[in-house]
C-alpha cells in the first residue's frame, strides 16, 4: 500500500467510525470536492461509504481515469443515478435506513431525486460530520499544503517587480496570474457555499479596491467590472500614495492557501500607515497566542480589542460593515472549518490549517493588511506561507 493508498484508507476508516457513532446505514457522497477527499478521483461519480465493509465508487463519467486515480478495491460504471439501487445490491451492499448526503450543497431538485431514487431510506445530512473531519489535516495534507505554500511565495516575491505607476489593475492581476500559471497554479479556487464565486484571488488598487461588495464571507472583494461578477479588477489605475492590497490563494497541489500582501508607490496616508501598523500588532498577538488549546474566540476578541485601542474599528474588516470573523480553516477549499470569528467557540487542535487575515477598508482610499496560512501545532504554530510581512515600499 503506497502513501495515497494509506491517506485514503485512513479517511475511509475514520468516516466509517462517525458512521457508526451516528447509526447511519451509510453515507451518499456527490460532491467533487468530498469524492475526492475520500476516494481520490475528480470523475463524475458517486462514493457509497457503508458503516462497515469496503467502499464503492460508482463512476458515470470516466471510468478509466476514475480507476487510474482512486485507489479503492471496488469501483464500478453507473450509467444513470436511478441505478444506485440496483448497484449497490449488486455489490451486497444495504441501502435501505438512514443515508447521510451533504444537505449543505446539494441542490433541492437532487435531493428530492434522490429521495425517490433512495425509497425507503431517510436522507439525513452529513456536511457537518464531513467538515469536522477534513477540519484536522493529515501529514500527507500538511505536506501538500507546505509545497503551495512555498509556490506561492515565488508569487509574492515577484509582485514587486510587476508594480508601475500608470499600469490597471487589470494589467497587474494578469501579471500576478501569468507568473502563478508558469509555475505550477492549476488555475482555480474552490468555495464553498450557495452563491459564493471566487477566482485566483484580488488585486485592489487604491479606492477601487475599497468598494465594499455581495458576500458576506469576504471583507474585500474589489469594484469589479460587470454585476455578473461583483468583485477583483475594474480599470483603475496604479497612482502614489494609494494602497495596493494583493490577495491571493495559492494553489499547486490541490490544496490551498491564502496570503495577502500591502505594497505602495510612495508614501501611504498616515492613517492608512497607522492601520498597516496596527494590522501587523494584531498578527503579532495572534502568532504569540496560536497553538493547540487557544480558543478561536479568544483570538478574534483579542483582536478586536487591538482595534478597539486604535480607534480605527470603524474599517476593520470591511466598510460601512465589517465581516465578523478574521480568519478561517483552509484545504482543499477556501472556507474550511474553523472559523476564527464573533462569538464562535472552537478550541484549536493540532493539524488545523488556519488563514488568518487582519485589514483595514478605507473608503476612497483603499486597504491594507496582511494575511497567511498558519499549522496550528501543540505548542505554536508553523507559518506556511512566505516572505516579507510587512508593508512593501516601491
Known amino acids: 500500500m503506497n502513501d495515497f493508498s494509506r491517506e485514503i484508507n485512513d479517511r475511509i476508516i475514520k468516516l466509517q467510525h462517525k458512521i457508526r457513532e451516528s447509526e447511519l446505514t451509510g453515507v451518499l457522497l456527490t460532491e467533487r470536492t468530498n469524492v475526492y477527499y475520500f476516494s481520490g478521483s475528480g470523475q463524475q461519480c458517486h462514493l457509497y461509504v457503508p458503516s462497515e465493509g469496503k467502499p464503492l465508487l460508482m463512476v458515470k463519467k470516466t471510468l478509466e481515469k476514475a480507476m ?32 447521510a448526503m451533504e444537505l449543505d450543497v446539494l441542490p433541492a431538485n437532487s435531493y428530492f431525486f434522490y429521495k ?33 505554500g512555498t509556490k506561492h511565495g515565488e508569487v509574492f516575491k515577484y509582485i514587486g ?35 459564493v464565486e471566487f477566482y485566483f484571488g484580488h488585486a485592489l488598487v487604491g479606492a477601487a479596491g475599497a468598494a465594499s461588495g455581495p458576500y458576506d ?21 496604479i497612482k502614489k500614495g494609494e494602497p495596493i492590497y494583493i490577495d491571493y490563494v495559492g494553489n499547486y497541489t490541490g490544496y490551498l492557501v491564502d496570503q495577502s500582501r500591502s505594497f505602495i508607490l510612495g508614501e501611504l496616508p498616515p492613517i492608512v500607515e497607522k492601520a498597516a501598523d496596527v494590522s501587523m500588532e494584531i498578527q503579532s498577538m495572534l502568532q504569540d497566542s496560536l497553538k493547540e488549546g487557544i480558543n478561536g474566540r479568544y483570538l478574534y ?6 482595534v478597539e485601542k486604535s480607534g480605527l474599528r470603524d474599517y476593520f474588516m470591511g466598510y460601512p460593515k465589517g465581516v465578523p470573523f478574521i480568519g478561517h480553516g483552509i484545504g482543499l477549499e477556501v472556507n474550511e472549518w474553523p472559523v476564527i470569528a464573533k462569538g464562535f467557540e472552537i478550541e484549536l487542535k493540532s493539524g488545523m490549517v488556519i488563514a488568518l487575515e487582519p485589514k483595514f477598508i478605507f473608503p476612497g482610499m483603499g486597504v491594507v493588511g496582511v494575511e497567511n496560512t498558519y499549522l496550528v501545532l501543540k505548542k505554536g504554530f508553523e507559518q506556511l506561507t512566505k516572505g516579507e510581512d510587512t508593508i512593501r515600499y516601491i
Open 301 to 306: 476578541d483579542s483582536s478586536i480589542s487591538i
Open 217 to 237: 464571507v469576504m471583507a474585500t472583494v474589489g469594484a469589479g467590472s460587470h454585476p455578473t461578477f461583483p468583485q477583483g479588477v475594474s480599470g483603475a489605475l
Open 68 to 99: 487510474d486515480e482512486s485507489p479503492l478495491e471496488y469501483i464500478t460504471l453507473l450509467n444513470s443515478p436511478k441505478e444506485i439501487p440496483q448497484v449497490l445490491a449488486e455489490h451486497d451492499l444495504k441501502i435501505n435506513g438512514r443515508i
Open 116 to 148: 425517490k431514487v433512495l425509497e425507503g431510506s431517510e436522507i439525513v445530512d452529513v456536511s457537518v460530520m464531513i467538515r469536522d473531519l477534513r477540519m484536522i489535516k493529515s501529514e500527507y495534507e500538511i505536506s501538500l499544503i507546505r509545497e503551495s
Open 161 to 195: 517587480s510587476a508594480i508601475k505607476e500608470g499600469m490597471s489593475d487589470r494589467e497587474l492581476a494578469g501579471a500576478i496570474e501569468g507568473y502563478a500559471r508558469k509555475i505550477g497554479h492549476l488555475g482555480y479556487t474552490r468555495f464553498r457555499g450557495f452563491n
